[in-house]
């Protein structure tokens, strides 16, 4: 890949962006062999509701993208999240992923996603996901085994989920 775009935004970044309305994120593949990664990260506490649009369009062969959407909820926060990664009919060749994988930490979180793939090329590939869990009883029971209370065993969980789509990230 020749170009290369990286957004990572943070927790705290994700505050300022997405608490209030926001337009959406629209990057453009225009050129040949460009790579865009976007990481989002958001952490939703109290009764913050996070809404955002992410649009990555392929206008040119040899585009890739890669857009992984993390979100950890507790108390009655949500996150209203819409992806969109289309591959147009001369982007032959073009390549996308699309994730958003939320952890609830709470009976009253919420979250709402919404991955669409548009894919005209028919020689391109693309692959989409989404998942909604909570933490795993036998999990925490064996942090907690390991001296770590309670409350620190669930921060390190979500700190852990947060992070992992950045071993992703190509070099």
């Not at 147009?88 to 996308?96: I, L, M, P, V």
Request: charged share 30%; glycine share 2%.
């Amino acid at each position: 890949m020749s170009k290369n775009f990286l957004l990572i935004i943070t927790p705290e970044e994700a505050k300022k962006l997405f608490l209030e309305a926001s337009e959406p994120i629209i990057v453009n593949l225009d050129k040949p062999d460009t790579l865009a990664e976007i990481i989002v990260m958001i952490r939703g506490e109290k009764e913050e509701i996070y809404d955002f649009e992410i649009k990555v369009i392929h206008n040119a062969p040899h585009t890739k993208s890669r857009i992984y959407v993390r979100s950890v909820m507790a108390d009655s926060s949500s996150v209203n999240f819409a992806g969109t990664a289309r591959i147009n009919e001369e982007a032959d060749f073009s390549d996308t992923d699309l994730s958003h994988h939320t952890l609830l930490l709470s009976e009253n979180s919420k979250t709402n996603t919404l991955p669409a793939m548009e894919i005209i090329s028919n020689t391109a590939k693309g692959n989409h996901a989404a998942t909604i869990g909570r933490i795993n009883e036998e999990i925490l029971f064996y942090i907690e085994s390991r001296g770590i209370d309670e409350m620190q065993a669930k921060k390190l969980i979500a700190e852990n989920f947060l992070k992992a789509d950045i071993s992703k990230l190509e070099k």
